[in-house]
C-alpha cells in the first residue's frame, strides 16, 4: 500500500531551527509537495521537489532523497506564527495526491 | 483570501438533514475537489472533477453527492449522515488534474458536525 509518514507533533523554541522529516512509499513518485495548514484555515503551498537536493525559499527550506523516500522541511529563525501543521503529500505514477496526517508544530517563546 | 471559497464555514445537522456544501473558485482552474479532514488523519480524497466531468470517485458513500455545473463551482449534496462523517470538508482546485506540480488552491473549508 501507499504510505506517508511524518511525526504528529513537534515542539521548538522561538528563533530556533526546526526540521520535519517526511517518508514515503508509493507507486511511482511525481513530486513531493509541503503545505502549512494554520488551524481553521486553509492548507497552503510551500514547496515542491522533483528533484533531489535541497530548495530554499527564505526561512523555509525542503530537501529530497528519492532514493531513500525521504524529505525534510527545515524552518530557520522561527517566528510563533510558524505554529501550525504541515503537510507532507506525494503525487504517484496516476497523479493521485497522497497525503500525510501531518505534524503539528507548537512554538514556544 | 485564498482564491478559493467555502460556505458555510460551519455547519451543524441532524441525521436525517439535507444540507449542500458550496465551493467556488475563479482562478480559471479546470480541476476541483473535494477532501475530508478528520483530527490526526490524512486528507481523504472524495471527487475529482475535470472540466466539469467527474474523474474519481474514492469509494465514497452515496449519501455524499458532488455537483459540477461548471468550472467555478463545486457543490457536495449531504443527506441523512452519520455522526461519523463530522469533519473539516475541503475543497481545492488546480490548474488541471495532472499539472500537479503548481500545487493546489485550497478553500478554507466547512467544519461539519452531525448530530
Known amino acids: 500500500g501507499q504510505n506517508i509518514d511524518q511525526p504528529t507533533e513537534m515542539t521548538a523554541t522561538e528563533g530556533a531551527i526546526v526540521q520535519i522529516n517526511c517518508t514515503y512509499q508509493?507507486?511511482?513518485?511525481?513530486?513531493l509537495f509541503w503545505y502549512q495548514q494554520h488551524a481553521g484555515e486553509a492548507p497552503t503551498f510551500l514547496s515542491y521537489?522533483?528533484l533531489d537536493g535541497l530548495e530554499e525559499k527564505g526561512r523555509f527550506s525542503s530537501f529530497l532523497s528519492r532514493s531513500k523516500g525521504y524529505s525534510y522541511l527545515l524552518l530557520k529563525e522561527l517566528q510563533m506564527k510558524d505554529s501550525a501543521s504541515y503537510l507532507c503529500?506525494?503525487?504517484?505514477?496516476?497523479?493521485?495526491?497522497?497525503w500525510g496526517a501531518g505534524t503539528k508544530l507548537i512554538i514556544k517563546p | 483570501e485564498t482564491g478559493v471559497t467555502q460556505t458555510p464555514r460551519h455547519l451543524v445537522m441532524g441525521m436525517t438533514n439535507k444540507k449542500s456544501l458550496k465551493c467556488e473558485q475563479h482562478?480559471?482552474?479546470?480541476?476541483m475537489y473535494w477532501y475530508k479532514q478528520s483530527a490526526k488523519k490524512p486528507l481523504e480524497l472524495m471527487f475529482v472533477?475535470?472540466?466539469?466531468?467527474?474523474?474519481e470517485n474514492n469509494s465514497v458513500p452515496s449519501r455524499f453527492s458532488p455537483e459540477c455545473p461548471n468550472s467555478s463551482h463545486l457543490f457536495l449534496h449531504l443527506h441523512t449522515l452519520q455522526p461519523e462523517d463530522s469533519a473539516l470538508y475541503l475543497c481545492?482546485?488546480?490548474?488541471?488534474?495532472?499539472?500537479?506540480?503548481?500545487?493546489?488552491?485550497f478553500g478554507s473549508g466547512t467544519r461539519l458536525t452531525v448530530v
Open positions: 521537489n522533483v
Open positions: 508509493t507507486s511511482g513518485f511525481n513530486g
Open positions: 503529500a506525494v503525487t504517484d505514477s496516476n497523479y493521485q495526491l497522497i
Open positions: 481545492a482546485s488546480s490548474q488541471d488534474d495532472t499539472t500537479v506540480w503548481v500545487g493546489y488552491t
Open positions: 482562478l480559471g482552474h479546470n480541476a
Open positions: 472533477y475535470s472540466l466539469e466531468e467527474r474523474v
